[in-house]
């Protein structure tokens, strides 16, 4: 069975000064080369979802031969990348993670992937109930459906497609096998988050 992969790449960086996220650096490679990288070994195919066709171009220049997916709704939030990326995906099942978490952890993915199989998707859930939507594996037409619906709905929270699918929910005592210290789900958000990855890596 082959296997996507859809990074989310379009958000525009608010907490990281409206900086493009995705090509900054850590030791002087971009950001999300590194989630491309772990990708890579576990998935056939990768969809970068991007805002529009010039951010596409800008990343383009600098990962070129991946496939592009381009929002077809504003302000919306991650949901328009979700569903750009899903339409573009022509497997089965796709991975879904934000461009911005640089130790995903493929041994993971491949958990996920294989937790999802019987399943609409395959969610890690954190001790505390809390999810990790963009670190997880769906089966791409029921989430286009339910997604298509949420937006139109005027809804926003990626969580809102994710209670209408049949789901199995990845406790983290099963990733902690693989992952002890939950690196995989690591990502960045702030200049001071990056200056503290940049001097730990």
């Given at each position: 069975m082959?296997y996507?992969?859809?990074?989310?790449a379009?958000?525009?960086?608010?907490?990281m000064?409206?900086?493009?996220?995705a090509?900054?650096?850590?030791n002087?490679?971009?950001?999300?080369?590194?989630v491309?990288?772990?990708?890579?070994?576990?998935v056939?195919?990768i969809?970068i979802?991007v805002?529009?066709?010039?951010q596409g171009k800008?990343?383009?220049?600098?990962?070129p031969?991946?496939?592009?997916?381009?929002?077809e709704?504003e302000?919306?939030?991650?949901?328009?990348?979700?569903?750009?990326?899903?339409?573009?995906c022509?497997?089965d099942f796709?991975f879904?993670?934000?461009?911005?978490?640089?130790f995903?952890?493929?041994?993971?993915?491949?958990?996920?992937?294989?937790?999802?199989e019987?399943?609409?998707a395959?969610?890690p859930?954190?001790?505390?109930?809390?999810?990790e939507?963009?670190?997880a594996v769906y089966?791409c037409?029921?989430?286009?459906?339910?997604?298509e619906?949420?937006?139109?709905?005027?809804?926003?929270?990626v969580?809102a497609?994710?209670?209408?699918?049949?789901?199995?929910?990845?406790?983290?005592?099963?990733i902690?096998?693989?992952?002890t210290?939950l690196?995989?789900?690591?990502?960045i958000n702030?200049?001071?988050?990056?200056?503290?990855?940049?001097?730990?890596?």
């Open positions: 082959a996507s992969a859809i990074i989310l379009g958000g525009k960086g608010k907490r000064g409206y900086r493009e996220k090509l900054m650096a850590i002087g490679k971009p950001l999300i080369s590194y491309i990288d772990s990708l890579e070994k576990v056939d195919n969809i979802s805002r529009d066709k010039a800008m990343l383009d220049s600098v990962l031969g991946y496939t592009y997916a381009f929002d709704y302000n919306t939030g991650p949901l328009a990348g979700i569903l750009s990326g899903l339409t573009v022509r497997d796709c879904i993670a934000a461009c911005d978490m640089p995903i952890n493929e041994n993971v993915i491949k958990l996920l992937f294989k937790s999802g019987n399943y609409d395959a969610i859930r954190r001790e505390d109930g809390f999810l939507p963009l670190h089966k037409k029921p989430m286009i459906f339910e997604t619906k949420a937006i139109r709905n005027g809804e926003k929270i969580l497609p994710i209670q209408k699918l049949r789901a199995n929910y990845v406790e983290m005592q099963e902690r096998k693989i992952d210290n690196r995989t789900f690591i990502n702030t200049p001071e988050e990056m200056d503290i990855i940049n001097k730990n890596v």
